[in-house]
Structures are given as C-alpha cells and as structure tokens.
C-alpha cells in the first residue's frame, strides 16, 4: 500500500475497569495508525477489548469504572486520549461517526428517525431545520432506503432490521465524519441482509473516501471489507496484515485457529466448529507469559515468561509470537 497520510495515531493504549470486585486489564498497550480512506478491521473472540479500545477514544464506556490509563490517540494533532468528557462532545458524531450493532438500542425509541437525525447537525453546524432534513433525506436516498421522505417520519420500530441499519449508516454520515467506527454492525442480520450492508459500506466508501475501523468476531467478514485487519487477543493485538496476506498466510497460532474455524460460505453460522480449545481470559491481571500460551498448541518454555511484542515479519505483517 502506497504511504496515505495518518488520520489516527494510537500509541502504547491503555484501557482498565477498576470495580470493587476486580480490575479487568481489557485493552494492554496496542499501537496502530488509520490511514486516510483506509478501511481496518479488527476481529478477535468476545472480551478481546475490541469495542473498549475503540469506543473509549469517545469515551463511549463508562467512566468509573473504565479509565485510560496510558497511551495517546491523536486524531488532527489532538491527543483525543486526553480530553475531558465535555471536550470529546464535538468529536463525537461530527469528526468521527459511530454505528452500533443494534440500532433498535442505539436509536431512541421515541422519537422518528428524521427528528434524529437532524438534531446533532443542527447542533454541530448551527443548520437550519430545512437544511439539516434535506441532508437527511439525501443519505437515506444514498443508502438505499425507499419512499425516504415519508421513511424520515417513521419511528426506529416501523422499519426492518436491515433498513434500520441502513438509517443508522446514514444518520452517523450526517455531518459528514472523517472517520467511522462500525461496531459489529451486522451481527444481529440474517446473512443475506448482512451481505447487503457490507455491499452497501464497499460501495459508499468508493464515494465518500470515509476511514473506517469496522469491529467484527467474523474474520470472513473483515477479510471482504477491510483493506488491513488486526486480530485481538486479551486486549492486546496479536496480529496486523492486509487483508490478502492474513487471510492466505496467518501467522499467529490464534489468528490460524479463527481461520480454521470460519464456516464454509453456505454453512449455517449455527452449525460453526470452534477449533480453539480452552477458555478466553479473564483479563483480571496483566499477563507476564503470552496471553495465549494457556490454549496454545505450540506453546514453549519462553512463551511462559515472557509476552512477545508485535513486531514486523514484512513491511506490512506484524505478529506477536515467538515462532516467528
Ligand atoms: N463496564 C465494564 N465494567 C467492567 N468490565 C468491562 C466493562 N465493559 C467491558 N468490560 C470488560 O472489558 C473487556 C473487553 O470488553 P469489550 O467489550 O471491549 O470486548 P469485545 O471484544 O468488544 O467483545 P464482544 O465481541 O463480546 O463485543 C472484557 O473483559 C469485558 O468484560
Ligand atoms: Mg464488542
């Protein structure tokens, strides 16, 4: 991939939940970048600190109990990771939109979708109600909604599921963010519908040249979407490739393991094997050997004491593991 400028700049990221039972170490020291117009996907079991480590740069968890305790974000030469809760707010929905996997929860219930809409436009660029509905109504024409207009005036349990994710794309397009972060938001679709959204994504980053960090469990998914992926692991990650290379030659044992155990395309996602014996884990202290080395079919003396660091194999190809 020819060098894009950097849009996001994580560095030695640090995630905790202090509650009064236990601390949970859920997103350990990762380091990346989002470059201009490039889509990253990020995949790894449930509790791998996926949506933590993304969802706290708007401070979108809660906090108490979760705290950032290290690192830097830099998004437009501001350190978001610094931020106090009341200056994050215009970052939020204007320069960086948010797409949740269940927009029956993420949309108020109440309210159309319309209303909305248009209410954090309004607010972020001081619009005019008309002008702000005729931004609305052109997403929902670019997303593929029928009869928009009259659809604008619907409450979210009037539409589908797929189409209410679809107002969800457009309603985190609104005010035209630089950057999106879609958590999981197919996962609750049936797979013919999840399909559709994943076309539709494909086919609006084409126009509108958007970065995305689009958050999955479905490595078949990310691979379709994405032009790079990290693999999460205990919130660390453990993997990083283009799509192609981690696809056709995964180097991390885990990362070989998720691979194996994607189903073939017609198979019923219920039927899926899980090929990666032993539990995830708990995260309730930091981990001196290799975070995967309990479940590890390979695992060595060394990977006991000591947890290997990402580092490059190629130029583009980074992997936490001691066997490389
Ligand atoms: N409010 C909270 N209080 C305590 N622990 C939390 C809280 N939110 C998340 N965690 C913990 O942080 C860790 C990372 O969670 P996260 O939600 O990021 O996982 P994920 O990879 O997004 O999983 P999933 O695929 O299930 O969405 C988990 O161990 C989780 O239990
Ligand atoms: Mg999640």
């Known amino acids: 991939m020819e060098q894009k400028e950097i849009l996001l700049q994580v560095r030695d990221y640090r995630v905790a939940f202090y509650t009064r039972e236990a601390t949970v170490y859920a997103v350990n020291g990762i380091n990346y970048d989002l470059h201009k117009g490039e889509t990253l996907g990020i995949v790894g079991e449930s509790g791998s600190g996926k949506t933590v480590s993304c969802m706290s740069m708007l401070k979108l968890i809660s906090m108490p109990p979760g705290k950032i305790d290290s690192g830097s974000v830099l998004f437009g030469g501001v350190d978001l990771a610094k931020l106090k809760r009341d200056k994050i707010r215009p970052y939020r929905g204007k320069e960086i939109g948010v797409i949740f996997q269940d927009p029956m929860t993420a949309f108020n219930q109440v309210i159309t979708i319309g209303e909305q809409m248009i209410e954090g436009h309004m607010a972020h660029f001081r619009s005019s109600r008309k002008e702000a509905l005729a931004r609305a109504l052109s997403l929902f024409e670019l997303v593929g909604i029928p009869s928009p207009e009259s659809r604008l005036k619907d409450y979210p349990f009037?539409?589908?599921?797929?189409?209410?994710?679809?107002?969800?794309?457009?309603?985190?397009?609104?005010?035209?963010?630089?950057?999106?972060?879609?958590?999981?938001?197919?996962?609750?679709?049936?797979?013919?519908?999840?399909?559709?959204?994943?076309?539709?994504?494909?086919?609006?980053?084409?126009?509108?040249?958007?970065?995305?960090?689009?958050?999955?469990?479905?490595?078949?998914?990310?691979?379709?979407?994405?032009?790079?992926?990290?693999?999460?692991?205990?919130?660390?990650?453990?993997?990083?490739?283009?799509?192609?290379?981690?696809?056709?030659?995964?180097?991390?044992?885990?990362?070989?393991?998720?691979?194996?155990?994607?189903?073939?395309?017609?198979?019923?996602?219920?039927?899926?094997?899980?090929?990666?014996?032993?539990?995830?884990?708990?995260?309730?202290?930091?981990?001196?050997?290799?975070?995967?080395?309990?479940?590890?079919?390979?695992?060595?003396?060394?990977?006991?004491?000591?947890?290997?660091?990402?580092?490059?194999?190629?130029?583009?190809?980074?992997?936490?593991?001691?066997?490389?």
């Open 158 to 324: 009037q539409f589908s599921g797929g189409m209410r994710q679809r107002a969800m794309i457009a309603m985190a397009l609104m005010c035209d963010p630089k950057m999106l972060i879609a958590d999981e938001p197919t996962t609750a679709l049936d797979v013919t519908i999840q399909a559709q959204i994943v076309d539709l994504v494909k086919d609006l980053r084409k126009q509108i040249g958007t970065s995305i960090i689009w958050i999955s469990h479905d490595l078949g998914v990310v691979a379709s979407l994405a032009d790079r992926v990290m693999v999460m692991y205990a919130g660390y990650i453990i993997e990083s490739a283009s799509s192609d290379d981690l696809y056709e030659r995964p180097l991390h044992p885990y990362t070989k393991g998720l691979l194996e155990s994607l189903p073939s395309m017609n198979e019923d996602a219920s039927k899926r094997l899980t090929s990666i014996g032993g539990m995830p884990p708990y995260m309730n202290k930091l981990n001196i050997g290799c975070p995967f080395a309990p479940r590890c079919k390979h695992v060595m003396d060394k990977c006991l004491k000591e947890n290997p660091l990402l580092k490059p194999i190629s130029a583009d190809h980074l992997v936490a593991c001691f066997l490389m």
